[in-house]
């Protein structure tokens, strides 16, 4: 009885230790330049986040061919130091209700550059 009890807080400490999984989703997909709606489409996101260890989403319309992805650069340094990036510039995250409780939108950094999405797959 104390093995099996033992056993069970182990597992518990270890799957604490960090969440990891996938998200899809599809939605609308939207890029904001300047503050003007320039595409909006049907996309389809796909979001993979460990915890402590990575994340990376990427976001593709139906028609158009656009592609968006997002994730973490600067491999090699802690989590804690490293950058967000989109289509490989830096950027930053909203998390702001601007449609539904399921927007989230990305910036990229120096630009007037947003894309937004509303899967609910962050």
Known sequence: ???????????????????AGCGEGSGQCYYYQAGALKS???????????????FYTTWEWQKGGNKVSIGLGDEGKPISQRRLMLNGKPAYALSVPL??????CYGVI?????????????
């Open 99 to 104: 449609k539904d409780d399921k927007m989230v």
């Open 40 to 54: 909006r489409g049907a996309c389809q996101v796909t979001t993979c986040a460990a915890t402590d260890q990575y």
């Open 110 to 122: 120096g630009t007037d550059e947003l894309m937004c999405n509303d899967s609910g797959n962050f």
């Open 1 to 19: 009885m104390k093995t099996r009890l033992a056993l069970c807080l182990y597992a518990g400490l270890l799957s604490t230790a960090a969440w």
